[in-house]
């Protein structure tokens, strides 16, 4: 099954709530009466929930990589005393 480049934009779209409401209305009404629509619009939205979750996944990491070496290295005692304050 080939998909087109331009119904994965104006899925994209909808699902961001870009779609002007005469689109929206028209497209709401393509997936009422296409399954293979329909099927198309599903994946989508999977696949954009899959990318979000990688996305926060990697982001955690990173951000507990940072919290590791800045919390780690004495040179930053100063810094870690000053973070600390904030929590008291």
Same mark, same amino acid.
């Given at each position: 099954? %080939?998909? @087109?480049?331009?119904?994965? &934009?104006?899925? #994209?779209?909808?699902?961001?709530? %870009?779609? @002007?409401?005469?689109?929206? &209305?028209?497209? #709401?009404?393509h997936?009422?009466?296409?399954? @293979?629509?329909r099927l198309l619009?599903?994946?989508?939205?999977k696949v954009q929930l899959l990318v979000k979750f990688y996305h926060r996944k990697k982001l955690k990491e990173e951000l507990e990589s940072i919290h590791e070496e800045v919390f780690s290295d004495p040179n930053n005692f100063v810094f870690r005393q000053r973070v600390y304050?904030?929590?008291?």
């Open positions: 099954m %080939k998909t @087109s480049q331009t119904k994965i &934009l104006q899925i #994209e779209k909808y699902i961001a709530g %870009k779609l @002007s409401p005469e689109d929206t &209305l028209i497209f #709401e009404a997936l009422l009466t296409s399954r @293979s629509f619009f599903n994946l989508q939205k304050s904030i929590f008291e």
